[in-house]
């Protein structure tokens, strides 16, 4: 049975008939947060509620590559190289530096402690953007319970000054976030309050001179589930998760097709010597498969 549903024919393009979907690892709680280093060779993740980042690679399989984590959830890389992370348990974004020391970038806005950022970008100007929704603190599952101080935001931290800024603030609570190649386009994940009935959906935001954002039209509402983590690859077309597997959608925002995944996926990023390469984040596993096209260069 094929793994890929294709529902244009442009998905068919994307996909390798022969190319397998592989579980690379097992036994985790609930897997988040792919980040791939191709100078390392290898895929970090968070297991959230094990309070660790996890290291794979081809070479030596799976290893701990931090732990305790603060129970970090998303991850993504800086201009420079480095890590930046979400961490709910500590309630902040930070920075790993090339010698290892970890480098405090936002745990606070207007006097007030951030909830649990949750996923993060960064742009070409090498400001970092970050959502924060209360998930981490709304049980002691992905972090630790507390009280909610602010609402759920999507910042901007300054690459030069440092300040961070809400630049989205309409939101019940913002999930995965990713622009699009030219940078032109934001899209933002909403995974509603917990237990709410909240809509769910993708929404787009037009980006223009300085990076100010307008519009907020919803981009696309995936079925089943809804979307947490999403990538974008060379061509613009965003990837998003889905309860059954990776959904593949238009620049226009229709769908192009699926990877059926037997998980409900949390996450993705592209990866791999060209990027080719879709690495995937589900449940308890995390899985990989080739693909015939490559995420976009800061994917």
């Not at 022969?18 to 993740?45: R, T, Y």
């Not at 019940?172 to 190649?181: A, E, I, K, T, Y």
């Amino acid at each position: 049975m094929s793994f890929f549903v294709a529902e244009d024919k442009e998905f068919s393009t994307y996909v390798l008939g022969n190319a397998p979907l592989k579980k690379l690892a097992d036994g985790f709680d609930w897997v988040e947060g792919p980040v791939w280093f191709g100078d390392h060779n290898c895929l970090l993740f968070s297991d959230i509620p094990g309070n660790r980042i996890m290291r794979w690679s081809a070479e030596t399989g799976i290893s701990t590559f931090r732990a305790p984590s603060n129970f970090s959830n998303g991850h993504t890389r800086d201009r420079q190289g480095r890590l930046v992370s979400c961490e709910h348990g500590s309630r902040r974004v930070t920075r790993t530096e090339h010698d290892g020391s970890i480098t405090v970038i936002a745990d606070s806005f207007d006097g007030k402690r951030l909830n649990s950022p949750n996923d993060v970008i960064v742009a070409s100007d090498d400001a970092i953007w970050f959502t924060d929704p209360h998930y981490g603190i709304a049980s002691d599952y992905e972090g630790a319970r507390a009280e909610q101080e602010l609402p759920c935001y999507v910042y901007r931290i300054d690459p030069h000054s440092g300040t961070i800024s809400a630049v989205l603030t309409d939101f019940n609570c913002p999930n995965g976030l990713v622009f699009s190649p030219d940078e032109k386009r934001l899209y933002v994940a909403d995974t509603g309050r917990m237990f709410s009935g909240d809509a769910q959906h993708i929404r787009v935001f037009d980006v223009g001179a300085d990076f100010k954002l307008t519009g907020g039209d919803v981009f696309h509402i995936i079925e089943p589930g809804c979307a947490d983590g999403m990538r974008v690859d060379e061509a613009g077309n965003l990837w998003s998760s889905a309860r059954d597997g990776v959904h593949c959608i238009a620049p226009d925002g229709h769908r192009r097709g699926k990877i059926l995944v037997p998980e409900t996926v949390s996450n993705l990023c592209f990866g791999g010597r060209h990027r080719h390469r879709l690495f995937i984040t589900a449940t308890t596993s995390v899985y990989a498969v080739s693909l015939a096209i490559r995420g976009a260069a800061r994917a």
